[in-house]
């Protein structure tokens, strides 16, 4: 009862920006050009492009703070953002599951606060922008908005720390209309292992798979982007539902544990469930890769003991040696044909029904050339028409997979309204561990 009175505090709190009227404005839409333009807009008058992740609001959390609640989101500073409303609509997007992210660093108690926050934000969207937005839940709902010539928007919790080990706060979550629940971010939490972080569980724990059903049983997506292997295996092993990959790409192609390997792959395609390829270049470019984690020594070897620490006390010094070795060793630059290439290896490994779009905007630095923002999404569909690809799976691509995984996990969820709500609660003991900081 004090948990669910204190989310309702928090959530008034979060949402009285909401009533905060705004200018109504217009944006024009900007077709694709060159030789492909009347296909992609054909394709995308059919099917909405739907982006499986953008950070836009933990964005405008951290850039414009209070501000954001008030601000003219119509157009913004194309070095700040790689999203505002006119280039969204120049990029022909029709659905949007924007990423309420808060740090894992984070006490959980607060990551719960904050999440709700960043809810709100995505709420006032739909309030202060009506004609440009609206909130959607389900694939009909979406397909109805992007009918109505406004962006299907759906929510994405990046992070199981979010939940701060409570199914009821899952279960808050979903009213509020969160869409999916990434199981882990950065961190190994107390019942998932990260991609990112030390293992401790060999996967999922029997807590993490009770996650697992309860977001069956809500009709949310299990998000497998951040998770370590072992956790992706439990979680397709677990759910009796297609699961996706909000944004993430093909090992095989770029070898970090962030994206997806070939024998996941294959067990997505049993699934029925997506990987939705991500634009980071650290995760699309493997000389982008190398690139960075060679950086990362060289910034360890001159500031941080007991491996180096040439310039420790010295900051202008380490800053000079950074530059020097940046200047001997330039940045690969990440391209779009590379991000085709990762599309095509998922379409050769698991199939054509198991792939979409999950840029990152707005929530990395570095982008492929061609892939800026939200308004280039046309340039990725033309290289893969480039290539070959019909329109049929240009939609497929485009919006289709991840409605009808967004379909079946409705289905599942109708099939599960008999069973009583989740009651599994984290062990004492993992408890204790996760206060401490595991």
Request: aromatic letters at 6%; a neutral charge.
């Given at each position: 009862m004090a948990l669910a009175s204190s989310v309702m505090k928090i959530l008034c709190l979060a949402l009285l920006p909401l009533f905060l009227a705004a200018p109504a404005v217009h944006a024009a839409d900007a077709p694709a050009t060159g030789p492909y333009a009347a296909r992609i807009a054909r394709v995308l008058k059919a099917t909405p492009l739907i982006d499986g992740h953008n950070d836009w609001p933990e964005a405008l959390a951290e850039k414009a703070k209070d501000a954001r609640w008030t601000m003219d989101l119509t157009h913004l500073d194309p070095a700040q953002y790689h999203t505002d409303i006119s280039r969204m609509h120049a990029g022909g997007m029709g659905g949007q599951f924007w990423s309420v992210w808060v740090s894992a660093d984070l006490p959980q108690?607060?990551?719960?606060?904050?999440?709700?926050?960043?809810?709100?934000?995505?709420?006032?969207?739909?309030?202060?922008?009506?004609?440009?937005?609206?909130?959607?839940?389900?694939?009909?709902?979406?397909?109805?908005?992007?009918?109505?010539?406004?962006?299907?928007?759906?929510?994405?919790?990046?992070?199981?720390?979010?939940?701060?080990?409570?199914?009821?706060?899952?279960?808050?979550?979903?009213?509020?209309?969160?869409?999916?629940?990434?199981?882990?971010?950065?961190?190994?939490?107390?019942?998932?292992?990260?991609?990112?972080?030390?293992?401790?569980?060999?996967?999922?724990?029997?807590?993490?798979?009770?996650?697992v059903h309860e977001l069956n049983r809500l009709g949310m997506l299990v998000d497998l982007s951040h998770v370590s292997e072992a956790t992706m295996l439990d979680a397709l092993r677990v759910s009796k539902a297609p699961v996706m990959f909000s944004h993430s790409n093909a090992r095989a192609l770029c070898d970090t544990p962030r994206n997806v390997s070939d024998a996941v792959l294959k067990q997505v395609a049993a699934n029925g469930g997506v990987v939705m390829v991500n634009f980071a270049a650290q995760y699309v470019s493997e000389a982008r890769r190398v690139w960075g984690a060679d950086r990362s020594a060289e910034i360890a070897r001159n500031n941080a003991p007991p491996f180096g620490g040439l310039y420790i006390g010295d900051p202008d010094g380490a800053a000079k040696a950074l530059a020097d070795w940046e200047r001997a060793h330039p940045e690969p630059v990440a391209t779009i044909a590379q991000v085709a290439d990762h599309v095509d290896h998922i379409v050769k490994i698991a199939g054509i029904d198991h792939v979409g779009i999950g840029s990152d905007f707005d929530g990395v630095g570095d982008l492929p050339q061609g892939l800026s923002g939200v308004e280039t999404y046309p340039a990725l569909l033309a290289e893969l028409m480039r290539r070959g690809w019909s329109d049929a799976d240009i939609a497929k691509l485009a919006g289709e997979n991840i409605l009808r995984v967004m379909a079946a996990a409705e289905k599942t969820a109708i099939a599960m309204k008999d069973e009583p709500e989740g009651s599994a609660v984290l062990p004492a003991t993992a408890r204790s561990e996760e206060m401490a900081g595991l």
């Open positions: 108690v607060q990551q719960v606060k904050d999440t709700i926050d960043q809810i709100g934000l995505v709420h006032s969207l739909a309030a202060r922008y009506p004609q440009h937005f609206q909130l959607v839940r389900t694939a009909a709902q979406l397909r109805a908005a992007h009918k109505a010539g406004r962006i299907g928007s759906l929510m994405g919790v990046e992070g199981g720390g979010q939940i701060d080990n409570s199914l009821a706060v899952l279960r808050a979550y979903r009213q509020l209309g969160a869409s999916y629940l990434t199981l882990t971010h950065s961190r190994t939490i107390a019942w998932a292992d990260s991609a990112t972080d030390n293992p401790q569980h060999d996967g999922l724990t029997p807590f993490g798979e009770a996650v």
